[in-house]
């Protein structure tokens, strides 16, 4: 068992739909990144939780660290949101454990 | 400046040929990673250096080697690699010590070995 799962791990959506993917983890954690990856693009940090609930825009992330889960929700899809999410948490230190990503695409 | 630089963006080398792939930042951020990502895969960690030492090596084959010439810059030195190795490559930092801070990326440097 991995030690980040995330689903869905594809998600297909027309534009307008509020969107959720979550993210579970079975390891101690001191914070949780959620990474947009658009295709052959690099990297880019959306959040970086440690407990409760950021929003940026349209994109808001929460976490329950009893439950070791958090979402990452988008409201008002458009087809520029289609892009890889991938869920990250730090765990002891140095060490990022990466989910295998949620393949996200948004229909106009 | 909030970036991380990487150079080269591609590469092609022979299995023969020694290469080495450059990332920069100037966040005064003390942790500096590289992943290797293969198509439609997660990024998977290689090499982590915190304060200028290597601190993580994810078992990472002998023929990539990393260096920490300073706090700003982290090298991936290629030598003799495989056809399988080719990928993109990722570095990115953070501010590095207890939570370790918001990850920087950078573009990349995507390599062909033939």
């Known amino acids: 068992k991995n030690e980040v799962e995330q689903s869905p791990q594809n998600l297909t959506a027309q534009e307008g739909e509020f969107i959720t993917i979550n993210c579970s983890y079975s390891v101690g954690i001191s914070a949780l990144h959620w990474l947009q990856q658009h295709p052959g693009g690099g990297i880019v940090s959306l959040f970086m939780l440690s407990s409760g609930k950021k929003k940026h825009g349209r994109l808001i992330a929460t976490i329950n660290i009893q439950e070791k889960h958090s979402s990452l929700h988008i409201t008002a899809s458009h087809p520029r949101d289609s892009a890889v999410y991938i869920c990250?948490?730090?765990?002891?230190?140095?060490?990022?454990?990466f989910g295998k990503g949620t393949r996200l695409h948004i229909l106009p | 400046d909030t970036e991380v630089t990487q150079t080269p963006k591609h590469l092609v080398m022979g299995m023969t040929n020694k290469k080495s792939l450059k990332c920069e930042q100037h966040m005064g951020h003390r942790a500096m990673y590289w992943y290797k990502q293969k198509a439609k895969k997660p990024p998977e960690l290689m090499f982590v250096?915190?304060?200028?030492?290597?601190?993580i090596n994810e078992s990472v084959p002998s023929r990539f080697s990393p260096e920490c010439p300073n706090s700003s810059l982290l090298n991936l030195h290629l030598h003799a690699l495989q056809p399988e190795d080719s990928a993109l490559y990722l570095c990115?930092?953070?501010?590095?010590?207890?939570?370790?801070?918001?990850?920087?990326f950078g573009e990349g440097s995507r390599l062909t070995v033939l």
């Open positions: 990250a948490v730090r765990s002891g230190g140095d060490k990022i454990i």
């Open positions: 990115a930092s953070s501010l590095g010590g207890g939570a370790g801070g918001e990850l920087f």
């Open positions: 250096y915190s304060y200028e030492k290597l601190s």
